[in-house]
């Protein structure tokens, strides 16, 4: 049971113009949400995060939205740059408990063409 | 500031034998997660250590097993190597203050022949 998706495995967008990518949950108890670039033969890179009591969080280039009623968050990238081209995912944790586990949905592959 | 170090980078073994990954935190962070990422799907994740103690398992059989020690550093140990196991193995720190985002390393690919 995937509790994290990311329904489009690859997105390819001109230099210049927003990308979109987008995630949905399913797992109600998940209140923390984080975004995290990944190139070829590196660890994750984090990117930015949004907790539940906020919609929206911006960090330069980059804006995460997050819609709790539909369980569903996107992360902006505006303009989008070459250097943008890897995988993103998005990567979600529970409120409460003693650790902070993250479940992480498969990934989109953004192309960012010059 | 170090960021988080893995090592190896890369490690072949054959079914049925026994791996350890070894792990550095980021400098000032105590909690150190691990986890197993397969081609194509996203990070999953195994364990996780604070104050060298497990805090926290995701499901994987107990042949996963780990360490911390007191310089915060980690140990992910893998007994009866399997085909299935081949995989990125990450490594993650987190601080007490921010302990909701990790930090991961480069990661330690595995191939089990």
């Known amino acids: 049971d995937q509790q994290v998706k990311q329904n489009s495995p690859s997105l390819s967008v001109q230099e210049g113009r927003i990308s979109i990518l987008n995630c949905d949950y399913t797992n109600s108890m998940f209140d923390y949400f984080l975004w995290y670039k990944k190139y070829p033969a590196e660890g994750p890179t984090f990117l930015i995060s949004?907790?539940?009591?906020?919609d929206k969080n911006e960090d330069g280039r980059f804006t995460v939205f997050l819609n709790k009623s539909a369980k569903h968050l996107s992360l902006h990238i505006v303009p989008s740059q070459p250097g943008d081209s890897a995988v993103y995912f998005c990567?979600?944790?529970?409120?409460?408990?003693?650790?902070?586990?993250?479940?992480f949905g498969k990934g989109t592959l953004l192309t960012v063409n010059p | 500031e170090t960021g988080v170090t893995q090592s190896p980078t890369h490690l072949i073994k054959t079914r049925g034998q026994q791996v350890t990954l070894r792990c550095s935190s980021q400098?000032?962070?105590?909690?150190v997660s691990w986890y197993q990422q397969a081609l194509g799907q996203g990070p999953q994740f195994i364990f996780q250590y604070y104050r060298e103690e497990e805090n926290g398992r995701g499901n994987f059989p107990p042949r996963f097993s780990g360490l911390q020690f007191p310089n915060y550093s980690s140990e992910l140990n893998v007994n009866a190597l399997e085909l299935d196991d081949s995989a990125l193995y990450l490594c993650a720190s987190s601080s007490t203050d921010r302990v909701e985002t990790q930090y991961f390393g480069p990661g330690t690919r595995l191939l089990v022949l």
């Open positions: 949004i907790s539940s009591i906020k």
């Open positions: 990567a979600a944790s529970p409120s409460g408990g003693s650790n902070y586990k993250l479940t």
């Open positions: 400098s000032g962070h105590n909690t």
